[in-house]
């Protein structure tokens, strides 16, 4: 039987080629591949799906959440609250800025941030919550904001759900191109709640200026490439398609019966399936018959930040984030994509179910 792959990005945008060809043509034709009127268009476009009132387009999504905590004057002294359970740049971003990133648990449930453990950690020093939409679930965003902290949503793995980038005052997205809406290569992309923000994200993306001649700030320089945000709008027209079979497909994994061999994601609104992690305490010994059967999955997250080496002089020892550190040993992924059929789904649970059966007996 034929691999099955854990994504299948291809299979998204193959049935797309002809606009994409198109669309790469018209750059080249006009000459203009910076700054030019599809990262506008794009960055409209994007304002409106999201329902904020503007966007910026960045190189990636870790700049993204750099450049918004360079807007918002985070920095040396400075304290921000995140989970360890997710990509390391989500921490990175703080600690570049020279902040501290200060790590709270997860509900093991969700995999997010448990707001009542991030309650505990809020210091006068406190500047932010960065919680994150982790695999395409909304974090607990109206509990989290009820502390009075201003949240930055790290949303790289979320664009497309309905529920999230309004309630932060910004919030952040990554296209790596597996991400839910991605681009042929890194891009990244801001939505500003506030008006002031959104401006100096702006500024700072090109070196704190507006017109190449005076630099009111000491920026970076983080832009969206023109050549991917005209691929990104045609992307972002197919996306409530593409979330849809992502929702169909999650659903189809439930009347399969993978709920009944391990820990999966629920049906929820606003969940937009990035990827479809489970959990089990025979983690391993599933991994190993997916892996026998030459069936994608991957492990996220097998050393949350605050385990990693450079985040080392932070002080957390193993066993400080009990449920992040309990996620990081049980979670595995099955594959999911917009598209994946039926019978492929049903290989997956058939693998998973025999090797449960084995650990049962
Ligand atoms: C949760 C999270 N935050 C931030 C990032 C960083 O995005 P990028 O790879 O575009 O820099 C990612 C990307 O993988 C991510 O998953």
């Known amino acids: ?31 203009e591949f910076i700054l030019g009127p599809n990262v506008g268009a794009f960055e409209r476009e994007a304002a409106e799906f999201l329902g904020v009132p503007e966007t910026i387009g960045v190189a990636n999504g870790t700049d993204a959440l750099v450049l918004v905590l360079d807007a918002m004057g985070i920095g040396p002294g400075d304290e921000v609250i995140c989970p360890a359970f997710t990509f390391y740049a ?13 790590f709270a648990d997860i509900d093991a449930s969700t995999m997010n941030l448990d707001p009542a453990d991030v309650a505990e950690r809020i210091t006068s020093r406190t500047k932010a919550i960065m919680p994150v939409h982790l695999f ?23 664009f497309g759900s309905p529920d999230i980038g309004r309630v932060g005052v910004s919030s952040t997205f990554s296209f790596y191109p597996t991400k839910n ?6 891009g990244g992309l801001v939505a500003a709640n506030d008006e002031e923000l959104g401006h100096r994200v702006r500024l700072l ?14 920026g970076y320089n983080s832009r969206l490439d023109e050549l991917q945000a005209a691929v990104l709008r045609v992307f972002l027209r ?18 399969l019966g993978l709920g009944e ?19 089990s305490p025979e983690r391993d010994r599933i991994l190993a018959a997916l892996k026998e059967a030459e069936i994608g999955t991957a492990v996220y997250y097998s050393t949350p930040s605050h385990l990693q080496p450079a985040l080392r002089h932070l002080g957390y ?44 007996r």
């Not at 061999?261 to 959990?279: A, K, Q, S, T």
């Not at 040993?329 to 090797?355: C, H, K, M, Y």
Request: net charge negative.
């Open 1 to 31: 039987m034929a691999p099955i792959p854990l994504v299948d990005v291809k299979a998204q945008y193959a049935p797309l080629m002809p606009e994409l060809l198109e669309r790469v043509r018209d750059v080249m034709d006009s000459a």
């Open 90 to 102: 989500t921490a990175e971003s703080i600690a570049r800025r020279g902040a501290t990133p200060v």
């Open 136 to 158: 395409g679930r909304p974090a607990a965003l109206q509990e989290l904001a009820s502390l009075g902290v201003p949240l930055i949503e790290d949303a790289a793995q979320a």
């Open 181 to 186: 809406l991605f681009a042929f290569g890194d």
């Open 205 to 218: 993306r090109f070196h704190g200026s507006r017109d190449k001649v005076d630099f009111e700030l000491v």
């Open 238 to 255: 197919q996306l409530p398609q593409w979330t849809q079979q992502r929702r169909e497909a999650a659903a189809r994994y439930s009347e």
């Open 261 to 279: 061999l391990c820990e999966c994601p629920p049906d929820e609104p606003g969940h937009v399936y990035h990827l479809f992690v489970c959990r």
């Open 317 to 360: 020892e193993p066993g400080s984030l009990p449920e992040t550190e309990r996620v990081a040993r049980e979670n595995f992924s099955v594959p999911l994509w917009a598209g994946i059929d039926a019978a492929t789904q049903e290989r997956v649970v058939e693998v998973v179910r025999s090797a449960a059966a084995v650990a049962a």
